[in-house]
T-cell receptor, first 110, second 112 residues
Framework: AQRVTQPEKLLSVFKGAPVELKCNYS??????LFWYVQYSRQRLQLLLR??SRESIKGFTADLNKGETSFHLKKPFAQEEDSAMYYC????????????FGSGTRLQVQP | DTAVSQTPKYLVTQMGNDKSIKCEQN?????MYWYKQDSKKFLKIMFS???????INETVPNRFSPKSPDKAHLNLHINSLELGDSAVYFC???????????FGPGTRLTVT
């Protein structure tokens, strides 16, 4: 069975501080990992995925298969980064639905 | 142009009633999903349809019945509503082979 764990419910940092949102997964195959974000009063949207290895809004995430982690990082947090962040996994076969972690609320204080 | 839309946005109803939530996407996707977000913000897949065919049916009560009249629509009907059904229900769509899912704005269901 596949599982995604986000250990922090809430992460509060000051503007300009580095941010790391943790995500660990368990899956026996080769998963696809994603980060989705939900800003206040907006719909859930894709932030980035591990395959693209890109930086979106200053965020990056590296898939570490040895540690089965996909942590989301940003060197300098901005107030507009405040949102709910979900790590998600999709299996490489069969079902295409996402398995989500429980989410981490990021609060960036001025 | 709304990509994935849901109606209604808010739904307040009493226990025992039957209600439906509708979802429509205009992205030309062939796969649609229903997710449930509980009070702790935990998101969980409920159903998925591909080309009007049910492909994922998670462990949800039989009171929940999805219906897909065509590829662009996926409705969720709930019978005999219970207090525990109160949640935000999200519809999403994607290409079957695509990687990104597009989410609707959610329907906040409150059962009193």
């Amino acid at each position: 069975a596949q599982r995604v764990t986000q250990p922090e419910k809430l992460l509060s940092v000051f503007k300009g501080a580095p941010v790391e949102l943790k995500c660990n997964y368990s899956y026996s195959g080769s998963p696809e990992l994603f980060w989705y974000v939900q800003y206040s009063r907006q719909r859930l949207q894709l932030l980035l995925r591990h395959i693209s290895r890109e930086s979106i809004k200053g965020f990056t995430a590296d898939l570490n298969k040895g540690e089965t982690s996909f942590h989301l990082k940003k060197p300098f947090a901005q107030e507009e980064d405040s949102a709910m962040y979900y790590c998600a996994l999709r299996s490489d076969t069969g079902r295409r639905a996402l398995t989500f972690g429980s989410g981490t609320r990021l609060q960036v204080q001025p | 142009d709304t990509a994935v839309s849901q109606t209604p946005k808010y739904l307040v109803t009493q226990m025992g009633n039957d209600k439906s939530i509708k979802c429509e996407q205009n992205l030309g996707h062939d796969t649609m999903y229903w997710y449930k977000q509980d009070s702790k913000k935990f998101l969980k897949i409920m159903f998925s349809y591909n080309n009007k065919e049910l492909i994922i049916n998670e462990t949800v009560p039989n009171r929940f019945s999805p219906k897909s009249p065509d590829k662009a629509h996926l409705n969720l009907h709930i019978n005999s509503l219970e207090l525990g059904d109160s949640a935000v229900y999200f519809c999403a769509s994607s290409h079957q082979r695509g990687y990104e899912q597009y989410f609707g704005p959610g329907t906040r269901l409150t059962v009193t």
